[in-house]
């Protein structure tokens, strides 16, 4: 049983590119949260996905952007980069929505932005 | 909004020893609450969360925690630690199902 797989593992961007992250759920799982992870910080939530829809926003401005499929996996897009953006982004998935849910969590994607 | 305060970053200690990462939140409303555990080079596995009910919390591998209104606290115990829960731990909140906060970490360090 597959856990939570992310791609890339690394990426490098310069600034004022653009990125897109992809996240399959664990097996059975119908949804998909993404955060963002500083250097010696706790993770900070982006956005929740549930039924292909954005159901929770966390403080992050519009550049951020996702998106579901109807398989469930994600994508989380993040236009005009910021040196700012450079961090682990980490995609959970559990089942039912919610924030309450046990979120089971990928490795993650280490983002360098230069 | 909600916050969260994890007031130690690091605690180092003794293996077989017990140990207590202290976490606190502030918000007005109820809230659900979470600690994580990163190894290194590894995501966040869920130890125990907290949503309604008993304030004593039991989670996986030992870990405990207790929620306290009144002291806005869910610290995270474990009696006897083990050179394998060296990691990082982390306490979050969530408010009325929205957003979900996380603390700086606490790296625990156990020592032979």
């Known amino acids: 049983d597959a856990g939570v797989t992310q791609s890339p593992t690394h990426l490098i961007k310069t600034r004022g590119q653009q990125v897109t992250l992809r996240c399959s759920p664990k097996s059975g799982h119908d949804t998909v949260s993404w955060y963002q992870q500083a250097l010696g910080q706790g993770p900070q939530f982006i956005f929740q996905?549930?039924?292909?829809?954005?159901?929770q926003r966390g403080n992050f401005p519009d550049r951020f952007s996702g998106h579901q499929f109807p398989n469930y996996s994600s994508e989380l897009n993040v236009n005009a980069l910021l040196l700012g953006d450079s961090a682990l982004y980490l995609c959970a998935s559990s089942l039912g929505g919610g924030l309450q849910e046990t979120q089971y969590f990928g490795p993650g994607t280490r983002l360098l932005v230069l | 909004a909600q916050s969260v305060t994890q007031l130690d970053s690091q605690v180092p200690v003794f293996e077989e020893a017990p140990v207590e990462l202290r976490c606190n939140y502030s918000s007005s409303v109820s809230v659900y609450l979470f600690w994580y555990v990163q190894y290194p080079n590894q995501g966040l596995q869920l130890l125990l969360k907290y949503l309604s009910g008993s304030t004593l919390v039991k989670g996986i591998n030992g870990f405990e925690a207790e929620f306290n209104k009144s002291q806005t606290s869910f610290h995270l115990r474990k009696p006897s630690v083990h050179i394998s829960d060296t990691a990082e731990y982390f306490c979050?909140?969530?408010?009325?199902?929205?957003?979900?906060?996380f603390g700086a970490g606490t790296r625990l360090t156990v020592k032979p």
């Open positions: 979050a909140v969530s408010e009325y199902n929205n957003d979900m906060r």
């Open positions: 996905y549930y039924e292909e829809e954005e159901r």
